[in-house]
C-alpha cells in the first residue's frame, strides 16, 4: 500500500507539471535596442512593460497577446504564425527564428537572444531569453515594439 501511495504521489507530481506546461512558463527578459538601452521588459508571468515599467500588455502561454485593458490584439499560432485581432496573418516566426512578414518576406530574425534586421544587423536584444521563448520575442516584436522594422 505504502508503495502504491508513493506513486500516486509521483502521479500527482507529474500531471501537476503537465497542467502546469499550460500556464505561462516564459522567462522574465529585458528587451533592448541595439545599442544596448533598456526599453522594456517581459515579465515571468508574461507581463509586458515599457522602460518605466508601465504596463503595456501580456503575453498569454496560449499565445494570445493582450493590451493593458484585456482586449485581444492577436495571437502567435503554435506554428509561429502571428494573427491580428480579426485573424489575418502579419508575419511569422519559423523554427530557426526567421521573421517573416505577412508577404512571407523575411524582415529579421531571432539569433539566440538577439534580434537582427533582414540585412542581419543587430537590432536589440531580450536578455534572459531561451529558445523556448522564441513565440514571445515574436508577438513583442510584432505587436509592442516592432524592432525588426528599425
Do not use: Q
Amino acid at each position: 500500500m505504502r508503495i502504491k501511495t508513493v506513486r500516486s504521489g509521483w502521479a500527482v507530481a507529474w500531471m501537476l507539471l503537465a497542467l502546469g506546461a499550460d500556464l505561462w512558463a516564459g522567462s522574465a527578459m529585458t528587451v533592448r535596442d541595439g545599442s544596448g538601452t533598456s526599453l522594456g521588459r517581459v515579465d515571468g508571468d508574461g507581463t509586458v512593460r515599457d522602460r518605466s515599467g508601465s504596463t503595456l500588455g501580456r503575453i498569454e502561454a496560449n499565445g494570445t497577446v493582450r493590451d493593458r485593458s484585456g482586449s485581444t490584439l492577436g495571437r502567435v499560432e503554435g506554428d509561429g504564425t502571428v494573427r491580428n485581432r480579426g485573424g489575418s496573418t502579419v508575419g511569422r516566426v519559423d523554427e530557426g527564428g526567421t521573421l517573416r512578414d505577412r508577404g512571407g518576406s523575411t524582415v529579421g530574425r531571432l539569433d539566440g537572444c538577439t534580434v537582427r534586421n533582414a540585412s542581419g544587423s543587430t537590432r536589440g536584444r531580450f536578455d534572459g531569453c531561451s529558445r523556448a521563448d522564441h513565440h514571445a520575442m515574436a508577438a513583442y516584436l510584432f505587436f509592442f515594439l516592432p524592432l525588426h522594422h528599425r
